[in-house]
């Protein structure tokens, strides 16, 4: 999943750098044309099939930077200028992009879970994994794994060859897609709150670097 997150980045950063000059720093236009083309190529770019994402603290700060180097170029700054990223936001009126994937994944998750039977995805949703993966299967050795598996509505069968099948009865999918939900509404809260805490984190470090900044310069002065 990094990979294809960073494969996002790679493509938004391109488009950032064919963007600059005719765009991003080009004084002739407004920023509200700026933040316009932000949110229609930039934005789209970088956050594609982010619905799917799984993210670490690691991927979480690479998209922030990358959302930065984008908003500060459109507010005319640099990273010596020591402005707090959410003044940026704040001055340009916009939202954290951390927070526009959060929302994304709780819509898709919702869409998932009020998905009518017969859906591909619901199904798998709603599956019930049982048996293990052989040794020999190549997923082990970083390959393409098939899987055997059974719709919910499907009469139960054997899986030949020790594959990994999916049964259950309807009941059974309904109360496993409950509970999956509980928890994955609680594991959405709980990366909200980190990503809430990672922009306080950041918030205090640009603080910090102002305040030496500015202490460096009143020794300077006063040398």
């Given at each position: 999943?990094?990979?294809?997150i960073?494969?996002?980045?790679?493509?938004?950063?391109?488009?950032?750098?064919?963007?600059?000059?005719?765009?991003?720093?080009?004084?002739?236009?407004?920023?509200?044309?700026?933040?316009?083309i932000y949110?229609?190529?930039?934005?789209?770019?970088?956050?594609?099939?982010?619905?799917?994402?799984?993210t670490?603290?690691?991927?979480?700060?690479?998209?922030?930077?990358?959302?930065?180097?984008?908003?500060?170029?459109?507010?005319?700054?640099?990273?010596?200028?020591?402005?707090?990223?959410?003044?940026?936001?704040?001055?340009?009126?916009?939202?954290?992009?951390?927070?526009?994937?959060?929302?994304?994944?709780?819509?898709?998750?919702g869409?998932?879970?009020?998905?009518?039977?017969?859906?591909?995805?619901?199904?798998?949703f709603?599956?019930?994994?049982?048996?293990?993966?052989?040794?020999?299967?190549?997923?082990?050795?970083?390959?393409?794994?098939?899987?055997?598996?059974?719709?919910?509505?499907?009469?139960?069968?054997?899986?030949?060859?020790?594959?990994?099948?999916?049964?259950?009865?309807?009941?059974?999918?309904?109360?496993?897609?409950?509970?999956?939900?509980?928890?994955?509404?609680?594991?959405?809260?709980?990366?909200?709150?980190?990503?809430?805490?990672?922009?306080?984190?950041?918030?205090?470090?640009?603080?910090?670097?102002?305040?030496?900044?500015?202490?460096?310069r009143?020794?300077?002065s006063?040398?």
């Amino acid at each position: 999943m990094e990979r294809e997150i960073d494969r996002r980045i790679g493509a938004a950063s391109a488009v950032m750098q064919s963007l600059y000059r005719t765009v991003v720093v080009k004084k002739e236009l407004s920023r509200k044309a700026k933040l316009s083309i932000y949110r229609s190529i930039y934005v789209p770019t970088l956050t594609y099939g982010h619905e799917l994402w799984v993210t670490t603290e690691r991927t979480r700060s690479r998209i922030q930077a990358v959302e930065m180097s984008f908003l500060r170029r459109v507010a005319g700054r640099s990273l010596r200028d020591r402005v707090r990223s959410s003044v940026t936001r704040e001055e340009l009126g916009v939202e954290p992009l951390l927070l526009h994937v959060e929302r994304g994944q709780l819509r898709w998750l919702g869409h998932l879970y009020r998905m009518p039977p017969g859906r591909l995805p619901g199904e798998v949703f709603r599956a019930c994994p049982t048996g293990r993966r052989p040794r020999e299967d190549p997923g082990h050795a970083g390959g393409t794994m098939s899987l055997d598996w059974e719709r919910p509505r499907d009469p139960p069968r054997r899986a030949g060859g020790g594959a990994l099948s999916f049964r259950c009865s309807a009941n059974e999918a309904v109360k496993v897609s409950e509970e999956t939900f509980t928890k994955l509404i609680n594991v959405m809260r709980e990366r909200q709150a980190e990503v809430e805490q990672l922009i306080r984190k950041q918030q205090e470090n640009e603080e910090t670097r102002i305040q030496e900044l500015q202490h460096s310069r009143r020794r300077t002065s006063e040398s």
